[in-house]
């Protein structure tokens, strides 16, 4: 059975920073592209930061600059390091996995006020 546990979410001032982490079971961890997803209240999901099995990344050109994604193929687990956060990043941040087939985790909420 997959699983993919998002943690790490919670409540942040803006300028903040978070961790978000991705622990992956029942998958062949190492070959598959991991990311990050968003969705916002009345907003559609979107893309926020992608990485690969050879390690290339990409991000959504909002976060650029401010978002890390990384992975330990050794623990199964994605990373989602954010900084320097803003309201408009308040979201809840769903991990997916994809290789032949697409799982998503239940996500993690994120919220980003003063």
């Known amino acids: 059975q997959v699983q993919l546990v998002e943690s790490g979410g919670g409540l942040v001032q803006p300028g903040g920073s978070l961790r978000l982490s991705c622990a992956a079971s029942?998958?062949?961890?190492?070959?598959?592209?991991m990311g990050w997803y968003r969705q916002a209240p009345g907003n559609q999901r979107e893309l926020v930061a992608v990485?690969?099995?050879?390690?290339?990344?990409d991000y959504l050109a909002s976060v650029k600059g401010r978002f890390t994604i990384s992975r330990d193929n050794a623990k199964n687990t994605v990373y989602l390091q954010m900084n320097s956060l803003k309201p408009e990043d308040t979201a809840v941040y769903y991990c997916?996995?994809?290789?032949?087939?697409?799982?998503w985790g239940k996500g993690t909420l994120v919220t980003v006020s003063s």
């Open positions: 029942g998958i062949i961890f190492s070959v598959y592209t």
């Open positions: 997916y996995a994809k290789f032949r087939e697409e799982y």
């Open positions: 990485i690969t099995s050879s390690i290339g990344t």
